[in-house]
């Protein structure tokens, strides 16, 4: 079973709309918990980056939340642009020194005009 | 610095081929890790390096594959005999050890086995 989970898997919203994105996981402990966003044929970027004593972190029209009771995390999405067009990624990092992530499969964003 | 690069962007090469594809991480950055991508699912540890030791292999890493970091700074990967298998995203990302915030990944090489 994949340690990150993440729904839905894809989604289309209206330009200027909100959305929330969703990710489950079960590493625990972990050391931090990441948002990246990737185009199409591109390297992923990074959004957000929570530890996990934080609940909340913001970046621009990105709001990222973390549960950690219930090993939650969310990506909002404030008045959607078509640049947010993109695969958004639920990264969690490993506790075990090396610094490895566990990746989700991405929620993937379509926004249309 | 202009962050993590990669090379090339784009390769295709017939199946049977050998193919090298390098990574440039963020100067300050004493680890350098590879990932494979392909559509729809999310990266693939396959190795990482700290300064020139390559201290983890993922069993994806098949002898066909191999990776090196020869004097700590950009590192090279190298796929023998490919498959069409081997069709996917190369990601090379850097970090310093313990980054819990500087994990920074380049833009990749599409690699395309005909």
């Known amino acids: 079973k994949n340690q990150v989970e993440q729904s839905p898997q894809s989604l289309i919203i209206l330009e200027g709309k909100n959305c929330t994105l969703q990710?489950?996981?079960?590493?625990?402990?972990?050391?931090?918990l990441r948002w990246y966003k990737q185009d199409t044929g591109r390297g992923p970027v990074s959004l957000t980056i929570?530890?996990?004593?934080?609940n909340t972190k913001s970046n621009g029209r990105y709001t990222a939340t973390l549960d950690a009771d219930t090993k939650q995390s969310s990506l909002h999405i404030t008045a959607s642009q078509l640049s947010d067009s993109a695969s958004y990624i639920c990264?969690?990092?490993?506790?075990?020194?090396?610094?490895?992530?566990?990746f989700g499969k991405g929620n993937q964003v379509v926004v249309i005009p | 610095d202009t962050g993590v690069s990669q090379d090339p962007r784009h390769k295709i090469t017939k199946r049977g081929q050998n193919v090298t594809f390098r990574c440039d991480p963020i100067?300050?950055?004493?680890?350098l890790y590879w990932y494979r991508q392909t559509l729809g699912q999310g990266p693939e540890f396959l190795t990482y390096?700290?300064?020139?030791?390559?201290?983890?292999k993922s069993r994806l890493l098949s002898d066909r594959f191999s990776a090196e970091r020869p004097k700590g700074s950009f590192s090279t990967l190298e796929i023998q005999r490919t498959e069409q298998g081997d069709s996917a995203m190369y990601l090379c990302?850097?970090?310093?050890?313990?980054?819990?915030?500087?994990?920074?990944f380049g833009s990749g090489t599409r690699l395309t086995v005909v």
């Open positions: 929570m530890t996990f004593s934080e």
């Open positions: 990710c489950n996981y079960t590493v625990s402990p972990f050391s931090n």
């Open positions: 990302a850097s970090s310093v050890t313990g980054g819990a915030g500087g994990y920074t």
């Open positions: 390096f700290q300064n020139e030791a390559q201290l983890e």
């Open positions: 100067s300050e950055h004493n680890r």
């Open positions: 990264v969690v990092s490993l506790p075990y020194g090396n610094n490895r992530l566990a």
